[in-house]
């Protein structure tokens, strides 16, 4: 297969998706959530699982799911719920971060901690729950993508954004649990706890009134 007909439309999609990527969302807050209250350990499994997630918005979008979705409202409506209470509980536990619990956190690594399952489940949830996510590769694969590419070209297409979704968090982590660069945005970390946990409760009410719409 000749891969290089399809340039012009990869280079379509890995624009489009690095502008979705970096944009704030939810998948910004947790993984800034994580970097500042777990470790880099966490954080990383939790882009690992917002990298994953990608796949299963491909999955989907190649079985013409998302499809199915979007065209039931009470379904739609569902997911969307479900996706705001989520956002919702992370937030209010990131508002209920205090200036002790911070300290703690420095001082007592074992604190920090969380199982690189639980980590990789919030991220992959975070992602996988999103209903933006999920109207967006809609439109990228049923707009951008031609429907005479083959589903293996693809399927490239969705490996490639995982991976970089992964990369780009990943990168992310790695700058934000920096010691030097972690160490003073932990003089005030709660209070960025608390920023990123206004933002989820933010999305969360966004998505609660699209979905009322």
Not at 90 to 115: C, E, F, N, T, Y
Not at 122 to 130: D, E, H
């Amino acid at each position: 297969m000749d891969f290089s007909a399809y340039y012009s439309e990869f280079l379509t999609i890995a624009i489009a998706h690095l502008l979705a990527v970096a944009s704030p969302g939810p998948d910004f807050a947790i993984v800034v959530k994580q970097s500042l209250t777990r470790d880099r350990k966490a954080a990383l499994y939790t882009s690992a699982g917002i990298g994953t997630a990608i796949l299963l918005h491909v999955c989907y979008s190649l079985f013409g799911i998302a499809l199915v979705i979007k065209s039931n409202p009470g379904l739609f409506s569902y997911l969307s719920y479900l996706a705001a209470a989520y956002l919702a509980y992370l937030g209010i536990m990131g508002l209920r971060a205090k200036p002790q619990s911070m300290a703690h956190v420095a001082v007592d690594s074992a604190l920090s901690q969380q199982s690189a399952w639980r980590s990789y489940i919030t991220g992959f949830l975070v992602n996988g729950l999103n209903v933006k996510a999920t109207l967006f590769f809609l439109s990228l694969f049923s707009v951008i993508i031609s429907i005479d590419t083959p589903t293996q070209i693809k399927a490239i297409y969705g490996l490639y954004m995982a991976l970089a979704t992964f990369a780009w968090f990943a990168m992310l982590s790695v700058m934000l649990t920096w010691p030097p660069f972690r160490r003073r945005l932990q003089q005030n970390g709660y209070w960025i706890e608390r920023a990123m946990g206004l933002m989820l409760l933010i999305l969360a009410l966004n998505i609660v009134i699209q979905a009322m719409q």
